[in-house]
């Protein structure tokens, strides 16, 4: 009996799921008020970056306290208070200008187009494609591909 396959079959499934959580992207959020501000340190004396509007697709790296050390789609990074940041999905069109079509196909029809700096709610993925709403009504807006938005 040969045990050496048992052996790594069962030390493979045993690092799987530490190796899906080292692959896994950083965790997505957005501003949950308007006009957050970032700072350059987890101190609320500290400078102040930029202001991110509510809705504002963030990239969170790391927490520290009740702070979360974000990126957001410029690359620019900095430190948000915890509290003012929300767990609601959005995304924020990367492009000048962007189809939203109908299904998540080049084939479906164009319902509407988004510019750069647009913000939306994502309601589903679906492979390389993000369905989008409207964030102050969630109402549909359509679909779009996954790299023409930041947020996904």
């Given at each position: 009996?040969?045990?050496?396959?048992?052996?790594?079959?069962?030390?493979?499934?045993?690092?799987?799921?530490?190796?899906?959580?080292?692959?896994?992207?950083?965790?997505?959020?957005?501003?949950?008020?308007?006009?957050?501000?970032?700072?350059?340190?987890?101190?609320?004396?500290?400078?102040?970056?930029?202001?991110?509007?509510?809705?504002?697709?963030?990239?969170?790296?790391?927490?520290?306290?009740?702070?979360?050390y974000?990126?957001?789609?410029?690359?620019?990074?900095g430190?948000?208070?915890?509290?003012?940041?929300?767990?609601?999905?959005?995304?924020?069109?990367?492009?000048?200008?962007?189809?939203?079509?109908?299904?998540?196909?080049?084939?479906?029809?164009?319902?509407?187009?988004?510019?750069?700096?647009?913000?939306y709610?994502?309601?589903?993925?679906?492979?390389d494609?993000?369905?989008?709403?409207?964030?102050?009504?969630?109402?549909?807006?359509?679909?779009?591909?996954?790299?023409?938005?930041?947020?996904?």
């Amino acid at each position: 009996m040969n045990i050496k396959p048992l052996a790594s079959l069962h030390a493979g499934l045993l690092l799987t799921p530490l190796l899906l959580a080292l692959a896994a992207p950083a965790s997505g959020k957005s501003i949950g008020k308007d006009q957050v501000n970032v700072r350059a340190e987890p101190d609320l004396k500290s400078a102040i970056l930029y202001s991110a509007p509510l809705a504002y697709p963030l990239e969170i790296q790391k927490e520290q306290g009740k702070w979360v050390y974000c990126l957001d789609w410029l690359n620019n990074s900095g430190w948000v208070y915890k509290s003012l940041v929300s767990d609601i999905d959005t995304a924020i069109v990367l492009v000048e200008k962007a189809n939203i079509r109908s299904a998540a196909t080049l084939n479906a029809s164009v319902v509407t187009t988004a510019e750069q700096g647009d913000i939306y709610t994502i309601l589903a993925r679906d492979n390389d494609w993000v369905k989008l709403g409207y964030y102050q009504t969630g109402a549909d807006a359509g679909w779009i591909r996954n790299d023409l938005v930041f947020g996904e």
